[in-house]
T-cell receptor
Framework: GAGVSQSPSNKVTEKGKDVELRCDPISGHTALYWYRQSLGQGLEFLIYFQGNSAPDKSGLPSDRFSAERTGGSVSTLTIQRTQQEDSAVYLC????????????FGPGTRLTVT | AQSVTQPDIHITVSEGASLELRCNYSYGATPYLFWYVQSPGQGLQLLLKYFSGDTLVQGIKGFEAEFKRSQSSFNLRKPSVHWSDAAEYFCAVDPYNNNDMRFGAGTRLTVKP
């Protein structure tokens, strides 16, 4: 079956603009995760959804970042008033939920803020 | 601070040589443990995972890892490296067994012919 998909694959935006990143999880996966991977860095946890609710938003770096998930499926990560330090690869993963579990990752969206 | 540590940022090995990538964590409980691989331009792929039971786990592509509780370690090994193993390797820990995973900074593996 299809894996996790993300769009766009690449996004270049000007500083101060808003961007939306989309994640389509594997069908039937109830849990969805967003991570950020900056150049030469590990993965930074941003937010986790179980169904449409986000029990853990602790990783969002500032109030410019928000995320939502509708219908227990697609999720959108929105970054308002982008800054150059937001440039990174944004990775989405999904899992069946429950424990133990395995996360399946999408290919990522490379965001460049100029 | 609680963390996941991969002490080696970059490792170079010759093709056919053995490999060990280190991972240590500083959470108190016994977490769920994972190793992921990220090839250039690719998403992360799960190599193996440890939840409980036998502390030596086998994964895909000939990799294995051993959980050592006394050392809070989960090192990844492969007896004979192939050129296609060149990639970035991430150790990940779910410290409270609740879907909240934390990643190490990664180790980049270069394979010499």
């Amino acid at each position: 079956g299809a894996g996790v998909s993300q769009s766009p694959s690449n996004k270049v935006t000007e500083k101060g603009k808003d961007v939306e990143l989309r994640c389509d999880p594997i069908s039937g996966h109830t849990a969805l995760y967003w991570y950020r991977q900056s150049l030469g860095q590990g993965l930074e946890f941003l937010i986790y959804f179980q169904g449409n609710s986000a029990p853990d938003k602790s990783g969002l770096p500032s109030d410019r970042f928000s995320a939502e998930r509708t219908g227990g499926s697609v999720s959108t990560l929105t970054i308002q008033r982008t800054q150059q330090e937001d440039s990174a690869v944004y990775l989405c993963a999904s899992s069946l939920g429950g424990v133990p579990y395995e996360q399946y990752f999408g290919p990522g969206t490379r965001l460049t803020v100029t | 601070a609680q963390s996941v540590t991969q002490p080696d940022i970059h490792i170079t090995v010759s093709e056919g040589a053995s490999l060990e990538l280190r991972c240590n964590y500083s959470y108190g409980a016994t977490p769920y443990l994972f190793w992921y691989v990220q090839s250039p331009g690719q998403g992360l792929q799960l190599l193996l995972k440890y939840f409980s039971g036998d502390t030596l786990v086998q994964g895909i592509k000939g990799f294995e890892a051993e959980f050592k509780r006394s050392q809070s370690s989960f090192n990844l090994r492969k007896p004979s490296v192939h050129w296609s193993d060149a990639a970035e390797y991430f150790c990940a820990v779910d410290p409270y067994n609740n879907n909240d995973m934390r990643f190490g900074a990664g180790t980049r593996l270069t394979v010499k012919p």
